[in-house]
């Protein structure tokens, strides 16, 4: 039998630190994942994500496993860099040009350096996508 449980604030067992359940439902990530990029490509860890698409070099679909409400939610993403020599250069991360999609997020990552005008498409070690917005 299935329980629900209705409350508008909750708090630690003290009552010194309490938040509204609204904030705990509408600010926390929806979806988030990490994985590397290199080799055979591979979810290290993730939540609501139900696979990861490689599409070539630096070019990746993060698979949602429950579907956003729309395609206007926000999304993070950061790249580690691979190649631990290099202090000059940094890891990009960006949408893919055909923009978000309720099911997941297609991201690629850059490497850029500041003596090359155009930056190169790359596979980091590893990759982190966060998603925040409403479920479907």
Do not use: C
Not at 48 to 55: C, I, K
Not at 69 to 95: F, K, L, M, R
């Amino acid at each position: 039998m299935a329980s629900i449980l209705r409350v508008n604030t909750l708090t630690d067992a003290s009552s010194n630190n309490s938040v509204a359940l609204e904030t705990v439902s509408q600010g926390s990530a929806k979806a988030w994942v990490n994985f590397n990029g290199t080799g055979t490509v591979a979810i290290q860890d993730s939540f609501n994500v139900s696979g990861l698409n490689d599409n070539g070099v630096g070019d990746y679909t993060v698979v949602i496993n429950n579907d956003m409400a729309n395609a206007n939610y926000s999304y993070q993403a950061t790249g580690s860099n691979w190649e631990g020599t290099n202090a000059d250069s940094y890891i990009g991360v960006s949408g893919y040009h055909g923009g978000q999609a309720t099911t997941g997020q297609r991201i690629v990552t850059y490497r850029e350096r500041y003596d090359v005008s155009t930056p190169t498409v790359k596979d980091p070690l590893t990759t982190n996508l966060a998603i925040h917005g409403d479920l479907a």
